[in-house]
């Protein structure tokens, strides 16, 4: 419990902070804001990224993905971030035009809360899917047990612990269940907050933070998070079925197998929804980097291509370690050549 | 003592005389000031008012009288409706209402009715006022890490004894009305308690002295003279209590559990207006803003109706009271 307030103390800290910074004296300040999804990585590269460079700062708020389309689209920042990929209506508002940059990926896992904490619960399709339509609602259910044996499974009411507030994580995690649940794209279907199954048992918290420290407090909790979230507050993480019915865990080959299996097209917008490949964690995304690519100042250009060239050498180095998938060779040679077109 | 500060003020030869033109010049000039002071504060409101309801008009027409009485939230699909959250807002808030209240009004009556040396109650005062200046955010922490399991063993038990009682029909999963409810009784607490406190004091002490002189006993005094005497100011306390619970948005956010369901479960996860418009609003696009400001414009009605509400209740019980 002390923990978990302590990392969330932490995220808090960071954000302020990072909105704070002094600027550098007649240095170049960068500032962005957006997803909260990749917020640990993104801070830790920028902190590196501007003590290497004298005379640069970058700040980033992450403020959620939504936002930061939104201060893109009004010029109040000089990049953006977002789980779910600009749509062309949204860049059609910003003249100049905007360029994707897939930066890096990340898994969204299943985090829960047993007593005894059972580790590596495997969760096989058809349930996790079930468990978020409100349809299987004890942790005792049978086909939970035949999934699981030797698992002690308590006779325990599932809390479902959801996003509150509009989420990039939340567009991601029912894209997957969409992708794999007929009736769950036809219920509450796809997008940043949907429709969610009415029941006492689905409590919503604010923030990819609020969501772990609800499942870290509630007794019978299960909630979709970003990896590295679960892996700082010491979540336990379900394993989860694929495509091809293995289960696989998430923070390890999972998702770069996920990522190799599908092709990045020109436009840079690849989803992920339900990888095929045998070894491949079933819920992972890129996320992406947002710039104008007309920034009328070429100082400012030349410096966010110097900062999307290193986050995409020294930063990838970081990704795996905070937790996050580094993108695979080809996509970030591509994303290297698609930087030139910050103008 | 007490008939000392009783004593009407000696009234000094040395001031008398007819106003100077400074005089005037201050008594115009504050007059002025008192009266724009008025009139700025209910051209803010219009401005809010006007602000929201023009931003809110397209969703007014777009959704009516339909947006409160339906209770379906579905971005994707276009369709909104506020009722869970106008449910939820009245709910919790009266809860809030009543507990807070209470512990407020009583805690005015022991702070005031001399049952401490002024010097602690001082004390006590002092700290009760210091809980309005806890920031809402750890309001919302503490619920979460500390009420919320404390309240688990008592909210189990009772749903399993009493679990046919509607109000005790679901198990407290974290997150839900009855904390949510706690947190903002004891975030109002301050609010009531001061402003009764202030309320009580303004009876003069002739009434009291009267009552005992009636013969009454302690209680008799405070509860048949005293709170009817002060019970418009105590009735004011309450009324800025409640807008205050309407209102609160963060630490309710983090603990009602934004949940649009209708249910009279207090250990069921509920949403309020407030905690609404805090959690969509960064995220919102064009047409979401629209929707929200409509829900706004609705928590701002309910206010105006509860206080209209209040103001009707207050004046049939003072002519009862007069008539009596």
């Known amino acids: 419990m002390k923990r978990s307030l302590s990392v969330l103390a932490l995220l808090a800290l960071g954000v302020f902070t990072s909105s704070s910074a002094a600027p550098a004296q007649d240095g170049l300040r960068l500032t962005g804001s957006g997803a909260t999804f990749p917020f640990p990585l993104y801070s830790a590269w920028f902190k590196s990224f501007s003590q290497k460079h004298k005379g640069m700062t970058v700040d980033y708020q992450g403020k959620g993905s939504g936002a930061g389309i939104q201060d893109l689209i009004n010029h109040t920042v000089d990049f953006a971030a977002s789980d779910a990929a600009m749509t062309d209506e949204q860049i059609a508002k910003v003249p100049g035009g905007v360029q994707l940059l897939p930066m890096t990926a990340g898994e969204i896992v299943l985090g829960y809360n047993l007593p005894g904490s059972p580790k590596n619960l495997k969760l096989p399709r058809d349930v996790y899917t079930s468990i978020f339509l409100g349809k299987t609602t004890k942790w005792s259910d049978p086909k939970l047990k035949a999934a699981n044996p030797g698992v002690n499974l308590p006779d325990l009411d599932i809390t479902v612990v959801r996003r509150a507030d509009s989420s990039g994580t939340t567009y991601v995690f029912t894209n997957h269940l969409a992708g794999v649940s007929e009736e769950w794209a036809k219920g509450p279907g796809v997008g940043t907050t949907v429709n969610w199954p009415k029941s006492d048992k689905f409590v919503a918290s604010p923030k990819n933070d609020g969501v772990t420290a609800t499942i870290r407090q509630t007794p019978g909790a299960i909630g979709y998070i970003e990896y590295a979230f679960a892996k700082f507050a010491k979540i336990d993480m379900a394993l989860l079925q694929n495509k091809a019915g293995q289960f696989v865990a998430a923070g390890g080959d999972g998702g770069p197998a996920a990522l190799a299996s599908v092709q990045m097209p020109p436009n840079l917008r690849a989803w992920v929804p339900d990888p095929e490949a045998a070894k491949a964690y079933p819920i992972a995304t890129y996320t992406w980097m947002l710039f104008y690519k007309d920034n009328k100042d070429p100082k400012k250009a030349a410096a966010l291509r110097e900062l999307v060239d290193y986050c995409l050498t020294d930063g990838q180095k970081l990704s795996a370690q905070m937790g996050y998938i580094p993108l695979p060779e080809n996509v970030a040679a591509v994303v290297r050549k698609s930087a030139a077109a910050i103008q | ?324």
Not at chain 2, 242 to 247: K, S
Request: charged letters at 10%.
């Open chain 2, 1 to 324: 003592m007490k008939l000392v500060a009783q004593r009407p003020a000696a009234v000094s030869q040395s001031i008398s005389g007819p106003p100077s033109r400074w005089d005037y010049a201050v008594d115009r000039v504050f007059r002025l000031l008192a009266q724009g002071g008025t009139w700025l504060v209910l051209l803010l409101l219009a401005a809010i008012v006007w602000e929201i309801g023009v931003k809110a008009a397209a969703a007014v027409g777009r959704y009516g009288v339909h947006f409160v009485t339906s209770s379906t939230w579905d971005v994707g699909r276009q369709q909104f409706g506020v009722l869970p959250h106008i449910w939820g807002t009245m709910y919790s808030s009266l809860l809030a209402l009543a507990i807070g209240g209470f512990f407020g009004i009583a805690m005015a009556i022991f702070l005031t009715q001399d049952f401490l040396p002024p010097r602690l109650a001082n004390v006590f005062r002092i700290v009760v006022e210091l809980l309005a200046a806890i920031p809402s955010v750890v309001y919302g922490l503490w619920g979460l890490f500390v009420l919320v399991p404390a309240m688990r063993p008592l909210a189990d038990a009772a749903y399993h004894r009493l679990g046919w009682v509607p109000f005790f029909s679901s198990t407290l999963s974290g997150p839900g009305l009855a904390p949510a409810s706690l947190v903002l009784a004891i975030m109002i607490l301050p609010t009531v308690a001061a402003v009764s406190q202030d309320a009580l004091r303004l009876v003069p002490y002739r009434v009291k002295e009267a009552a005992y002189g009636m013969g009454t006993t302690r209680w008799e005094a405070i509860l048949k003279v005293l709170l009817p005497a002060a019970s418009t100011g105590i009735f004011g306390a309450l009324v800025l209590g409640f807008g205050r619970a309407l209102g609160e948005t963060m630490a309710l956010a983090m603990l009602i559990g934004n949940s649009n369901h209708i249910t009279l479960s207090l250990f069921a996860p509920a949403n309020t207006l407030a905690a609404l418009l805090a959690l969509n609003f960064p995220e919102a696009g064009p047409r979401e803003v629209e929707v929200l400001m409509y829900a706004a414009l609705v928590l701002l009605a309910i206010t105006l109706l509860v206080n209209l509400l209040g103001e009707a209740i207050m004046r049939r019980s003072a002519r009862r009271l007069a008539a009596r």
